[in-house]
T-cell receptor, first 116, second 115 residues
């Protein structure tokens, strides 16, 4: 069965600290997609990144970076020099496109609080 | 191009009433997904629909919940005889197609409160 685990329930940091959010996934399939979404206090879901299982290159976008390691089934997310506006719940998700549906399996989320 | 629209954004119902949640997908999208987010939890898949067809309802509760996506008009998630445990945020997402993965675009959600 597919599963996404975000073991960190809540993380608190002070502004300008770097923070890494962990995501571990389980799937028996060789083709899959991984995602990160941000849910700010306003409640909407903001798409951050999609990565397919064949692309293990790390990605950097501004202060955000992602480390995908198939060997450990992990897709971790790092925010460099965190800011108060980064305070939100972050969800990691997995999609398996092999069965005529692209439904997303979400982790339980990590609440990040960045204090000034 | 307008994004995915959901209405109402907030809905309050008393126990036993019916709740109807609407989702208008992005223009040109014919695939709709519904997810439920219980308080302090992650999103859980409920149902996947294409126009006039339910493709995957493996996440739908067996009773009181139904979904449709008619040829014309929005997708509707209907909850009959609501109970307090139905209080949650319900998100709709739409995509262009499936297969070689097409991104799901999420709506702002409907927050249902059952008194």
């Amino acid at each position: 069965a597919q599963k996404v685990t975000q073991a960190q329930t809540e993380i608190s940091v002070v502004e300008k600290e770097d923070v890494t959010l962990d995501c571990v996934y389980e799937t028996r399939d060789t083709t899959y997609y991984l995602f990160w979404y941000k849910q700010p206090p306003s409640g909407e879901l903001v798409f951050l990144i999609r990565r397919n299982s064949f692309d293990e290159q790390n990605e950097i976008s501004g202060r955000y970076s992602w480390n995908f390691q198939k060997s450990t089934s992990s897709f971790n997310f790092t925010i460099t020099a965190s800011q108060v506006v980064d305070s939100a719940v972050y969800f990691c998700a997995l999609s398996d496109p092999n069965y005529n549906t692209d439904k997303l399996i979400f982790g339980t989320g990590t609440r990040l609080q960045v204090f000034p | 191009n307008a994004g995915v629209m959901q209405n109402p954004r907030h809905l309050v119902r008393r126990r036993g009433q019916e709740a109807r949640l609407r989702c208008s997908p992005m223009k040109g999208h014919s695939h709709v997904y519904w997810y439920r987010q219980l308080p302090e939890e992650g999103l859980k898949f409920m149902v996947y629909l294409q126009k006039e067809n339910i493709i995957d309802e493996s996440g739908m509760p067996k009773e009181r919940f139904s979904a449709e996506f008619p040829k014309e008009g929005p997708s509707i998630l209907r909850i009959q005889q609501v109970v307090r445990g139905d209080s949650a945020a319900y998100f709709c997402a739409s995509s262009l197609a499936t297969g070689s993965y097409n991104e799901q675009f999420f709506g702002p959600g409907t927050r249902l409160t059952v008194l």
